[in-house]
Every structure is written in structure tokens, then in C-alpha cells.
């Protein structure tokens, strides 16, 4: 399967900026499960920026209905 690097890059709101898997959301995904996170897109902007992916974040997020 061919990777849609490009498009996935329109949606990506990473913001760590050296990361190697942008738009690689198969890596990315990878990556963050195998450390017990979520990726970044699963987050709001400002979430996302706090560098914290943890699952317990997340449902934080959820239950202040602020996701």
C-alpha cells in the first residue's frame, strides 16, 4: 500500500517538531501504542501541546468534556 504521507500531513497537528513520523500514521500509531499513548491527532491543539499522550489524559479530556 502506498503511503499518503502528503495528505496525512494536512490533518497532522504534531508539534513536535523533529519528529521523524509525521504523516506516518502507521509508524505513529506504532510508536505511541507501544508506549502505552495516543497519537497527537487523537488530541485538541492545545492538548496535544502539552506532550502528554497518556491514555489517562485522554480520558480526562473526555470526562471535562473538553475532547
Excluded at 491543539?45 to 491514555?55: G, H, V
Aim: hydrophobic share 25%.
Amino acid at each position: 500500500m502506498e503511503c499518503k504521507q502528503n495528505i496525512n500531513l494536512e490533518s497532522c497537528n504534531c508539534s513536535y517538531e523533529p519528529c521523524s513520523r509525521k504523516g506516518i500514521c502507521c509508524d505513529c500509531l506504532r510508536y505511541h501504542l507501544k508506549n502505552r499513548e495516543l497519537p497527537g491527532c487523537c488530541f485538541s491543539n492545545d492538548a496535544e501541546k502539552t506532550y502528554d499522550r497518556s491514555f489517562a489524559h485522554f480520558a480526562r479530556l473526555v470526562l471535562e468534556n473538553r475532547l
